[in-house]
């Protein structure tokens, strides 16, 4: 039987703010356990919670850079589950009236574009972190820990539509989810540190059905890798109970990357089964015409909208224009060296091969080094002005890349002035073809490798520095 894949992602991505959702406390990753607590977000009797006006900012923000409708009136929900890391035993969330509502995402996955739809997007508190003594999970612990740092510090989760067909566009669409909040900034995207996390509601069905198959929930798949394993995994898992005439128990597991497979943590609960209420502690929330106006006014340019002004002004290609908007960084980077005077095509050449191959090599981020924009495009300047070949451009970068030196300094300290005078390349030229006899003859014999040959001889015998333009039409005269 010819079976068709059904995906939906739900991505939790931290909201960059200061404090946390329903407290002044510190939202920061990475403190010693429970120094970043208070009465409120442990759950103490009495205690009231006040929005973090941030988070619904952040929110209002990555509704309209999805194109989601911002919904006007929304408010916060209890959702009821016991669980140590819960103090309260609730979760204040969003059910029925999140703040995001019918958005939609373009991915594109071998070429084929495609729009995913977004059911929406609402505000949650996040859970504390329990730490298991001598195992990564609670069953075969010694003892547990409960670390509440984390308790209720805020979170957009994102709910597409069960639009997804395969892992591949899984993965493409979570990559421009990623995107969309590191260029507004409202999240740092980071998988590592859990600031970003996806559940995945897999399914499958005999191809051409319209009803849905019984789905699993996937969750906490903390990267790409992950995300791809986990749901291939589990649709061979769910295709293999099928066709043995099994059925599917909509349940939620836990993808265990160690051995590649996944396993069951508990039934999955229907959204009755965590009987949301209304929050009584918090008035709905109203958002007007002019609120949303003044955040829209603070969207920056997003990676479509930048894409298409480098095709359309710069004239890069597609691919090129792609590329280099992956990362914000990357394209901060890139716009901030052609304004010191450098070409845009190969500016994009130059990051994406050797400047970013240096720092992958080195282990290190752009931010990092002292590279600079301005550093960058004088080196490529001093390549178009014919000063330096490229290849010996090449050479300098990644002392560059450490010294923080301009790429004059260190061609005056090495003495790696391209060799422009015609007399100094015409003898060099004379005295390579006087001891390559029989390859000049190979050569005249109509072997283009041959004069490959002769030029590396001439570049070996410059120490690299001979200007190739001037190099070849020697060469041609003196052949002929």
Known sequence: MNWEVVIGLEIHAQMATKSKLMCNCDASFSSEPNTHVCPGCTGQPGMLPVVNKQVVDNAIMLGLATKCDIRKLNEFARKSYFYPDLPGGYQIS????????NGKLEIEVNGNKRTIGITRIHMEEDAGKLVHAGSDNIKDASYSLVDLNRASVPLCEIVSEPD????????????????????????????????????????????????????????????FKAIEKAINIEVERQIDILEDGGEIIQETRHYNEATNSTKSMRSKEDAHDYRYFPDPDLVPLLIDDDWILKVRNLLPELPEEKKERYINSLS??????????????????????????????????????????????NNLKLSETKLTPKLLAELLI????????????????PEIIKTGKNAEEIIKEKGLAQVSDQGELKKIVETVIKENAKVVED???????????????????????????????????LLN
């Open 94 to 101: 969003q059910y029925d009236k999140p703040i995001c509502e």
């Open 164 to 223: 997804l067909r395969s892992a591949e566009e899984a993965i493409a669409y979570a990559q421009k989810i990623r995107q969309i909040v590191r260029y507004l900034g409202v999240c740092d995207g980071n998988m590592e540190e859990g600031s970003m996390r996806c559940d995945a509601n897999v399914s499958v069905r005999p191809k051409g059905q319209i009803k849905l198959g019984t789905k699993a929930e996937v969750k906490n798949l903390n990267s």
């Open 316 to 361: 890069l290609s597609e691919y090129d224009a792609s590329i280099i908007t992956t990362e914000k960084e990357t394209a901060d980077f890139f716009e901030e060296t052609i304004s010191y005077g450098s070409k845009p095509k190969e500016t994009v050449n130059w990051i994406m091969s050797e400047v970013l191959g240096t720092l992958n090599q």
């Open 382 to 397: 001093l390549i178009d002005k014919n000063t330096i070949s490229g290849k010996i451009a090449k050479t300098i970068l």
């Open 443 to 477: 050569i005249k014999n109509g072997n283009p490798k041959a004069r490959g040959f002769l030029i590396g001889q001439i570049m070996k015998k410059s120490n690299g520095k001979a200007n190739p333009g001037i190099t070849n039409e020697l060469l041609n005269s």
